[in-house]
């Protein structure tokens, strides 16, 4: 019975994980190393690896601070509306995020309040890289806060209180005390929510308007590739996300075998 | 250093956890607030280091009103119940926090606070450990890196929270008798919460007694032990038995008799008679309190006897030697040797 299950879980596995990936880099080099790294190096690939790396370098931060934030405030206050607070927090998990990218268009597209005041002003949002950014941190707010809240209850006020009853203030006790006692919890949140941040679709297909060269991410651009029966050149570039996906995954193993006991929600993703 | 609480209250959510409370603590003494959980003990505790505001009233410390002063301007030393030691810091780092996070006009050279850390332990009896991190250490150790971390920013008032109610009754008692010797060598005034009343007369020069948001009673061990100011304390400060009773012509009836103990100073009415298992004596007389023997079971050295009282099984305890041949019996009378009588309120 034992070996029937597993022997169950990894063809399945097998057939919907380890395939695909297989797929993935079979095709990408099929026309041999030279051929995937010229893909890799034409211009829009380039290109569409930089914005990608961009949107992570802006949106991944951002939502550490935004999340450190909201955990903070969620663990070790209570006030009104913090169940509220923790539902809006799970909001962009329960939203698709094609949905996601078309609140940002409502917002701010030519037909909203905000879209033809902001362009009179020379801010461009839609179809451009403001956009891309803002939909990434939607939708990849809650990575950092989910993993931090549950940790930062578990642990309690008990250590902050100690350092400022020894006299530290608060920056002191922040950087001192609190952030030592989340970093490992903090470094999965921040593993997750980047390679959401440099995997997403949806909300950045909506409002990116899909510019070669300029308002294409990665996915977007692999996408393009394919539809344009550029094989060879679309797996060159999703063999790099895949690869990105196994390295956070190792990474993600790493700190779950290490660290477990400081990673609260470790066995929830 | 002199703190005097004065007419304070606090409330949680319009809950209130302490009603007008005032204290006096006297420089240098060992004070414990003792109590049941939920009688505001840990609040008062938290409202003197000011990790609580109060919601009226004011806290002084010596003239200085530092009601509203932030717990880094107080300066006390508190430990935590569960020691609330910096996990990722060795021992050393954590007894030098206090120092270390000093701004630079006020902070030692680095040297100095390595001295005075390395110090401290010695102190509290953990040179050589101070390359551990706290979870090397056993719970009795912890508990005096917190003590050692407190007193190294050299406080005005130390303040313990529970501190050692997560230790094994063994480690408890030496931690206790070391406490005190801390305490007499280093003479800061010192206060302590526990729920443990063996352990706050032991340790205290004077200890305050609470309950449900109020002080009962303040006073030295042996105040509070023999000279109870209520019922509660009576009861909550060691063993107790409780019977109706009335005095009359000078003396006190239960379930009217009289049982041959002189009701002094007793104005006449109804109320309750308090004594303690050991404070009874074993008598033949007629006039006395008697019950039937319901149980008896050994406790220490000597064998405590539960007794069913009147008509309507009022249970009393006794303390007789072990070996007392009145162990064996159905029935014995005794008399209360010392006793106090809180009468009904009119």
């Given at each position: 019975m034992q070996w029937l299950l597993i022997a169950i879980s990894l063809a399945f596995m097998g057939l919907f994980l380890v395939m695909p990936l297989y797929a993935v880099f079979h095709e990408a080099l099929r026309q041999g190393v030279g051929v995937f790294f010229q893909s890799l190096q034409s211009r829009d690939a380039q290109s569409a690896i930089r914005l990608t790396l961009l949107v992570a370098a802006i949106a991944v931060p951002l939502n550490v601070v935004f999340g450190i934030c909201a955990a903070w405030a969620i663990a070790k206050y209570e006030f009104k509306g913090k169940a509220f607070l923790i539902t809006l927090i799970d909001l962009p998990f329960s939203v698709s995020p094609v949905i996601s990218g078309l609140v940002y268009v409502l917002l701010f597209?030519?037909?909203?309040?905000l879209g033809p005041w902001l362009r009179a002003n020379?801010?461009?949002?839609?179809?451009a890289v403001p956009g891309i950014v803002l939909a990434t941190i939607f939708v990849t707010f809650p990575f950092v806060a989910r993993e931090l809240i549950p940790l930062m209850q578990d642990q309690g006020t008990g250590d902050e209180e100690a350092a400022i009853s020894l006299g530290a203030n608060g920056w002191q006790t922040f950087f001192r005390v609190t952030l030592p006692n989340i970093k490992w919890g903090l470094l999965y949140g921040v593993l997750l929510c980047n390679a959401r941040a440099m995997g997403e679709f949806g909300a950045v297909a909506v409002v990116s308007g899909?510019?070669?060269?300029?308002?294409?991410?990665m996915p977007l651009q692999v996408e393009m590739l394919y539809n344009e029966y550029n094989g060879t050149a679309a797996f060159a570039l999703a063999s790099l996300l895949a690869l990105l996906a196994l390295v956070t995954l190792v990474l993600k193993s790493i700190l779950e075998w290490r660290f477990g006991d400081e990673l609260a929600a470790s066995g929830r993703h | 250093m002199q703190v005097s609480v004065k007419n304070v209250r606090k409330e949680f959510d319009r809950f209130p956890?302490?009603?007008?409370v005032s204290l006096d603590i006297v420089s240098g003494e060992l004070i414990a607030l003792l109590g049941?959980?939920?009688?505001?003990k840990t609040t008062l505790l938290r409202l003197i280091a000011g990790l609580e505001y109060p919601t009226s009233g004011a806290i002084y410390f010596g003239d200085e009103?530092?009601?509203?002063?932030s717990v880094q301007e107080r300066n006390v030393g508190f430990v935590f119940q569960h020691y609330?030691?910096?996990?990722?810091?060795?021992i050393l780092e954590n007894v030098s926090f206090g120092l270390k996070v000093r701004p630079r006009e006020t902070r030692p050279a680095a040297a100095e606070i390595r001295r005075k850390a390395l110090e401290l332990l010695d102190l509290v009896q953990?040179?050589?450990?101070?390359?551990?991190?706290?979870?090397?250490?056993?719970g009795g150790q912890r508990q005096r890196v917190a003590l050692a971390r407190a007193l190294a920013i050299e406080p005005r008032v130390l303040l313990l929270d529970e501190?050692?109610?997560?230790?094994d009754a063994q480690v408890r008692r030496e931690l206790r008798k070391w406490l005190r010797e801390i305490h007499d060598r280093t003479g800061h005034t010192t206060v302590f919460v526990t729920h443990d009343q063996e352990e706050a007369l032991e340790l205290s020069d004077r200890l305050c007694v609470m309950s449900q948001g109020r002080i009962e009673q303040v006073g030295t061990p042996d105040d509070v032990y023999d000279?109870?100011?209520s019922p509660f304390v009576f009861g909550f400060i060691g063993e107790s038995s409780e019977l109706p009773a009335t005095v009359e012509n000078g003396e006190f009836w239960v379930d009217g008799r009289a049982i041959g103990v002189a009701a002094t100073d007793q104005a006449p009415g109804k109320g309750k008679l308090y004594f303690r298992p050991h404070d009874v004596d074993l008598v033949e007389a007629d006039a006395a309190l008697a019950g039937v023997v319901a149980g008896h079971r050994r406790v220490g050295g000597t064998r405590r006897v539960e007794l069913s009282v009147g008509g309507d099984h009022r249970k009393v305890e006794l303390d007789l030697?072990?070996?007392?041949?009145?162990?064996?019996?159905?029935r014995l009378a005794f008399r209360p040797r010392r006793w106090r009588f809180f009468p009904e309120a009119v």
């Amino acid at each position: 019975m034992q070996w029937l299950l597993i022997a169950i879980s990894l063809a399945f596995m097998g057939l919907f994980l380890v395939m695909p990936l297989y797929a993935v880099f079979h095709e990408a080099l099929r026309q041999g190393v030279g051929v995937f790294f010229q893909s890799l190096q034409s211009r829009d690939a380039q290109s569409a690896i930089r914005l990608t790396l961009l949107v992570a370098a802006i949106a991944v931060p951002l939502n550490v601070v935004f999340g450190i934030c909201a955990a903070w405030a969620i663990a070790k206050y209570e006030f009104k509306g913090k169940a509220f607070l923790i539902t809006l927090i799970d909001l962009p998990f329960s939203v698709s995020p094609v949905i996601s990218g078309l609140v940002y268009v409502l917002l701010f597209g030519s037909g909203s309040l905000l879209g033809p005041w902001l362009r009179a002003n020379g801010v461009e949002i839609l179809f451009a890289v403001p956009g891309i950014v803002l939909a990434t941190i939607f939708v990849t707010f809650p990575f950092v806060a989910r993993e931090l809240i549950p940790l930062m209850q578990d642990q309690g006020t008990g250590d902050e209180e100690a350092a400022i009853s020894l006299g530290a203030n608060g920056w002191q006790t922040f950087f001192r005390v609190t952030l030592p006692n989340i970093k490992w919890g903090l470094l999965y949140g921040v593993l997750l929510c980047n390679a959401r941040a440099m995997g997403e679709f949806g909300a950045v297909a909506v409002v990116s308007g899909k510019i070669r060269g300029q308002t294409t991410t990665m996915p977007l651009q692999v996408e393009m590739l394919y539809n344009e029966y550029n094989g060879t050149a679309a797996f060159a570039l999703a063999s790099l996300l895949a690869l990105l996906a196994l390295v956070t995954l190792v990474l993600k193993s790493i700190l779950e075998w290490r660290f477990g006991d400081e990673l609260a929600a470790s066995g929830r993703h | 250093m002199q703190v005097s609480v004065k007419n304070v209250r606090k409330e949680f959510d319009r809950f209130p956890a302490l009603h007008d409370v005032s204290l006096d603590i006297v420089s240098g003494e060992l004070i414990a607030l003792l109590g049941p959980s939920g009688s505001g003990k840990t609040t008062l505790l938290r409202l003197i280091a000011g990790l609580e505001y109060p919601t009226s009233g004011a806290i002084y410390f010596g003239d200085e009103d530092a009601s509203h002063k932030s717990v880094q301007e107080r300066n006390v030393g508190f430990v935590f119940q569960h020691y609330a030691l910096f996990r990722h810091m060795t021992i050393l780092e954590n007894v030098s926090f206090g120092l270390k996070v000093r701004p630079r006009e006020t902070r030692p050279a680095a040297a100095e606070i390595r001295r005075k850390a390395l110090e401290l332990l010695d102190l509290v009896q953990l040179s050589g450990l101070e390359k551990r991190y706290p979870n090397q250490l056993s719970g009795g150790q912890r508990q005096r890196v917190a003590l050692a971390r407190a007193l190294a920013i050299e406080p005005r008032v130390l303040l313990l929270d529970e501190p050692f109610g997560a230790l094994d009754a063994q480690v408890r008692r030496e931690l206790r008798k070391w406490l005190r010797e801390i305490h007499d060598r280093t003479g800061h005034t010192t206060v302590f919460v526990t729920h443990d009343q063996e352990e706050a007369l032991e340790l205290s020069d004077r200890l305050c007694v609470m309950s449900q948001g109020r002080i009962e009673q303040v006073g030295t061990p042996d105040d509070v032990y023999d000279r109870p100011a209520s019922p509660f304390v009576f009861g909550f400060i060691g063993e107790s038995s409780e019977l109706p009773a009335t005095v009359e012509n000078g003396e006190f009836w239960v379930d009217g008799r009289a049982i041959g103990v002189a009701a002094t100073d007793q104005a006449p009415g109804k109320g309750k008679l308090y004594f303690r298992p050991h404070d009874v004596d074993l008598v033949e007389a007629d006039a006395a309190l008697a019950g039937v023997v319901a149980g008896h079971r050994r406790v220490g050295g000597t064998r405590r006897v539960e007794l069913s009282v009147g008509g309507d099984h009022r249970k009393v305890e006794l303390d007789l030697p072990f070996d007392h041949p009145a162990g064996e019996k159905t029935r014995l009378a005794f008399r209360p040797r010392r006793w106090r009588f809180f009468p009904e309120a009119v």
